[in-house]
Protein backbone atom coordinates (compact mmCIF):
# COMPACT_ATOMS: atom_id res chain seq x y z
CA UNK A 1 0.00 0.00 0.00
CA UNK A 2 1.75 2.93 -0.75
CA UNK A 3 1.10 6.59 1.01
CA UNK A 4 -2.28 7.92 -0.92
CA UNK A 5 -4.01 4.92 -0.64
CA UNK A 6 -6.51 5.49 2.89
CA UNK A 7 -7.82 3.06 4.75
CA UNK A 8 -12.16 3.08 4.94
CA UNK A 9 -12.53 4.67 8.58
CA UNK A 10 -14.69 2.35 10.84
CA UNK A 11 -17.11 3.99 12.95
CA UNK A 12 -18.12 1.93 16.00
CA UNK A 13 -21.02 3.29 18.07
CA UNK A 14 -20.83 1.72 22.00
CA UNK A 15 -24.04 -0.74 22.63
CA UNK A 16 -26.33 1.09 26.02
CA UNK A 17 -24.94 -0.86 29.05
CA UNK A 18 -27.16 -3.82 29.37
CA UNK A 19 -28.11 -3.38 33.23
CA UNK A 20 -30.13 -6.77 34.43
CA UNK A 21 -32.94 -6.48 36.96
CA UNK A 22 -34.03 -9.38 39.29
CA UNK A 23 -37.62 -10.19 39.58
CA UNK A 24 -39.64 -13.49 40.99
CA UNK A 25 -42.77 -14.46 39.20
CA UNK A 26 -45.37 -14.61 41.67
CA UNK A 27 -48.91 -14.83 41.73
CA UNK A 28 -52.39 -12.68 42.17
CA UNK A 29 -55.41 -14.09 43.30
CA UNK A 30 -58.83 -13.84 40.11
CA UNK A 31 -60.64 -11.48 42.29
CA UNK A 32 -64.05 -13.30 40.68
CA UNK A 33 -62.70 -16.94 41.31
CA UNK A 34 -59.93 -16.61 44.45
CA UNK A 35 -57.92 -18.89 41.98
CA UNK A 36 -53.88 -18.53 41.42
CA UNK A 37 -53.15 -16.34 38.34
CA UNK A 38 -49.26 -16.12 37.28
CA UNK A 39 -48.05 -12.50 38.02
CA UNK A 40 -44.85 -10.14 37.53
CA UNK A 41 -44.54 -6.42 38.61
CA UNK A 42 -42.33 -4.68 36.60
CA UNK A 43 -41.31 -0.63 38.45
CA UNK A 44 -39.01 1.75 38.74
CA UNK A 45 -37.41 4.57 37.39
CA UNK A 46 -35.51 2.40 34.98
CA UNK A 47 -38.46 1.52 33.00
CA UNK A 48 -38.75 5.59 31.89
CA UNK A 49 -35.22 5.26 31.47
CA UNK A 50 -35.71 2.99 29.18
CA UNK A 51 -38.66 4.01 26.85
CA UNK A 52 -41.11 2.46 28.80
CA UNK A 53 -43.59 6.03 30.22
CA UNK A 54 -46.88 5.31 31.88
CA UNK A 55 -49.66 4.68 29.37
CA UNK A 56 -46.79 3.34 26.58
CA UNK A 57 -48.43 0.80 24.60
CA UNK A 58 -46.27 -3.06 24.79
CA UNK A 59 -46.20 -5.46 22.25
CA UNK A 60 -45.29 -8.90 24.03
CA UNK A 61 -43.13 -11.39 22.38
CA UNK A 62 -43.45 -14.76 24.07
CA UNK A 63 -40.72 -17.30 23.86
CA UNK A 64 -40.09 -20.61 26.28
CA UNK A 65 -38.23 -18.73 28.71
CA UNK A 66 -38.21 -15.28 27.24
CA UNK A 67 -40.40 -12.67 27.29
CA UNK A 68 -39.55 -9.98 25.14
CA UNK A 69 -40.99 -5.97 25.99
CA UNK A 70 -40.83 -3.45 23.21
CA UNK A 71 -42.46 -0.13 23.59
CA UNK A 72 -44.67 0.67 20.88
CA UNK A 73 -45.48 4.04 19.55
CA UNK A 74 -48.86 5.64 21.19
CA UNK A 75 -51.88 5.52 19.64
CA UNK A 76 -53.58 8.56 17.64
CA UNK A 77 -56.60 10.10 20.35
CA UNK A 78 -59.68 9.38 19.09
CA UNK A 79 -61.47 12.07 17.37
CA UNK A 80 -63.39 14.55 19.48
CA UNK A 81 -67.18 13.23 20.53
CA UNK A 82 -69.21 14.91 18.64
CA UNK A 83 -71.55 17.52 20.84
CA UNK A 84 -74.83 15.26 19.91
CA UNK A 85 -73.45 12.82 21.69
CA UNK A 86 -72.46 14.79 24.91
CA UNK A 87 -75.87 16.15 24.86
CA UNK A 88 -76.95 13.22 24.33
CA UNK A 89 -74.67 11.49 27.38
CA UNK A 90 -76.15 14.57 29.63
CA UNK A 91 -79.72 13.29 28.83
CA UNK A 92 -78.49 9.82 29.91
CA UNK A 93 -78.51 11.52 33.09
CA UNK A 94 -81.68 13.21 33.63
CA UNK A 95 -84.70 11.16 35.35
CA UNK A 96 -87.16 9.17 33.56
CA UNK A 97 -89.50 12.00 33.50
CA UNK A 98 -87.37 14.87 31.75
CA UNK A 99 -85.83 11.63 29.30
CA UNK A 100 -89.35 10.67 28.15
CA UNK A 101 -90.14 14.50 27.23
CA UNK A 102 -86.74 15.21 25.74
CA UNK A 103 -87.82 11.86 23.75
CA UNK A 104 -91.14 13.41 23.04
CA UNK A 105 -89.46 16.74 21.47
CA UNK A 106 -86.99 14.90 19.59
CA UNK A 107 -90.08 12.89 18.09
CA UNK A 108 -91.57 15.83 17.38
CA UNK A 109 -89.23 17.76 15.50
CA UNK A 110 -88.08 14.61 13.85
CA UNK A 111 -91.53 14.28 12.00
CA UNK A 112 -91.86 15.36 8.73
CA UNK A 113 -93.14 18.55 8.08
CA UNK A 114 -96.62 19.10 5.73
Known amino acids: MDEHDTKPEVVTTEAPALKTRRYTV ?3 RDWKTHSKATS ?5 SWLDEAGFETGT ?6 MPGCLVLTAQ ?11 IMQTLRRVCK ?4 KQRQVT ?3 EVISRPQK
Open 26 to 28: GYI
Open 40 to 44: ITLKG
Open 57 to 62: PLKVRV
Open 73 to 83: EPLPPPPPEPE
Open 94 to 97: LSAR
Open 104 to 106: ELI
